[in-house]
């Protein structure tokens, strides 16, 4: 009997799932869903527009969702077209892969000042992300402070850094591009709570700040330790090879490019100063303890912000049906088996750490997990779903239905050194689909 598998979310998660289920399992059909009519996840809306070399993997993921026992189903949202609870009648097994959506919330006094954005609805306005679309996020400001000092930061602070030549060669959303072109930034601090070894941001993000045309980046010397021994021994390499970028940064002026990027570390935010709009931010000085966490030390520091981006993480989004941890912000899991039937798989399985790849042993590990549990396979998978969501007028995306939205988009940056002008708005890719 063949094996049927719903995975739910086409990011890279879904995808390496899909990928290391149809190798393990001779007789399967998988099906990809995902609210979207576009698949790929994080690769098309998280990754930044000016990293094109990171979305290469997206290849091996097309291969995928092109095999003859893959199905992407587009369009459809898991608690609105059908519920957790039905797909499990219908599939033998169940594959939560929708990742960490949902920022994190900075919980300091004035957060909820206008012109306070969390990462994932930034990230999403420029990467045209449907639901962000009409974001209201002003960015002709002269001063904006952007907190947290991992890779999403750095990526915020760049896209932000970069000039309109850089931008035209990237995939950016037009509305993100117009405003940033249009913009008035002169200083941009990237603010961490611990020191530059304790920070979550790599080599190639911290070296690409040194590359930018209008942009120098800055950092304090006295901010950057002798060496990288604080840290385990397997990371040591790589963070002493980010403190020498730092030092070099430490010779750098502010009067050297129009716009300086500042690096700051050990200040923690304590409060978001303004009216109703954000102004300042108000940071705590602090040292980091021998266990790794940062303690306040009592002395304060203003740093004038009209934009305040928090890029302290992510959290996923609860499914019904699915026991959730409130405190991690994930699946209650082991190894990314929930309980027999029902599993999840990257970013909604361990949090939101790591690259793109490293997804890929946690999809072999749910293909080893339902081997173990579904011994005996034979719901009737797709046919069934499709049949339910006809009757309830759904309207699927199907991956051929994609190829042409893509194939859209490519065509719209034709005249561009860009890749593809994303579509911001799901009835416009609908209607390239009902089009043709
Ligand atoms: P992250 O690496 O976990 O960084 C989060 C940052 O927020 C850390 O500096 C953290 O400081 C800080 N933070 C957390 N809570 C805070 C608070 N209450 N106040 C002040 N600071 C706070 O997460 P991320 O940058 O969102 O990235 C998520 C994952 O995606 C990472 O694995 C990242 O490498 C990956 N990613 C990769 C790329 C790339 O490869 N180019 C691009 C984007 C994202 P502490 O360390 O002190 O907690």
């Not at 850089?166 to 930034?185: F, G, T, V």
């Not at 069934?384 to 995306?397: P, T």
Request: include cysteine; hydrophobic fraction near 40%; aromatic fraction near 6%.
């Amino acid at each position: 009997m063949t094996l049927s598998v719903a995975i739910i979310g086409s990011g890279p998660a879904g995808f390496y799932t899909a990928d290391a289920i149809v190798k393990k399992f001779a007789d399967v059909q998988v099906d990809v869903i995902d609210r979207l009519p576009t698949p790929f996840g994080l690769l098309r809306a998280g990754v930044a527009p000016d990293h094109q070399g990171s979305k290469k993997i997206g290849r091996v993921f097309e291969r995928t969702a092109q095999r003859d026992n893959v199905h992407f189903i587009g369009n459809v949202e898991i608690g609105r077209d059908v519920s957790l609870a039905e797909l499990r009648e219908i599939y033998d097994a169940v594959v939560i892969a929708t990742g960490a959506p949902k920022d994190r919330g900075l919980t300091v006094e004035g957060a909820d000042k206008k012109n306070v954005i969390g990462s994932s609805r930034f990230v999403g306005w420029y990467n045209s992300h449907p639901d962000f679309a009409s974001l209201d996020v002003d960015v002709d400001v002269e001063s904006v402070v952007i907190i947290g000092v991992g890779n999403v930061a750095l990526d915020c602070a760049r896209i932000l850094a970069l000039t309109p030549e850089e931008l035209a060669a990237s995939d950016i959303a037009p509305h993100a591009e117009a405003r940033i072109n249009a913009a008035h930034i002169k200083d941009i601090h990237v603010v961490g709570r611990r020191g530059p070894v304790e920070a979550t941001f790599t080599h190639k993000e911290v070296s690409e700040l040194g590359e930018l045309a209008r942009t120098v980046p800055l950092v304090a010397r006295h901010k950057i330790p002798d060496n990288a021994d604080a840290c385990p021994p397997e990371e040591r390499k790589g963070k002493e090879a980010n403190l020498a970028l730092l030092r070099g940064y430490a010779d750098n002026t502010r009067d050297m490019k129009p716009i300086g990027l500042s690096l700051h570390f050990y200040v923690q935010p304590v409060e978001i100063l303004g009216g109703e709009r954000v102004e300042a931010v108000r940071f705590e000085r602090t040292r980091v303890e021998p266990d790794g966490r940062c303690v306040g030390i009592g002395e304060f520091v203003e740093i004038p912000a009209g934009l305040v981006i928090t890029c302290i993480g992510y959290q996923s989004i609860p499914l019904e049906g699915a026991p959730y941890d409130e405190r991690r912000g994930l699946f209650r899991n082991d190894d990314g088996r929930i309980e027999p039937g029902l599993y999840c798989t990257g970013w909604a399985m361990r949090g939101p750490t790591g690259t793109i790849a490293t997804s890929a042993p946690d999809a072999e590990a749910v293909a080893r997990h339902i081997a173990e549990d579904v011994p005996n396979p034979g719901k009737p998978g797709a046919k069934a779903l499709i049949g339910l969501l006809e009757e309830r007028d759904a309207k699927l995306v199907s991956y051929e239905d994609w190829q042409k939205i893509d194939a859209a988009e490519r065509a719209a940056a034709r005249e561009r050194p860009s890749p593809r002008r994303k579509f911001v708005r799901i009835g416009d890719m609908l209607n390239v689909v009902s089009k043709s």
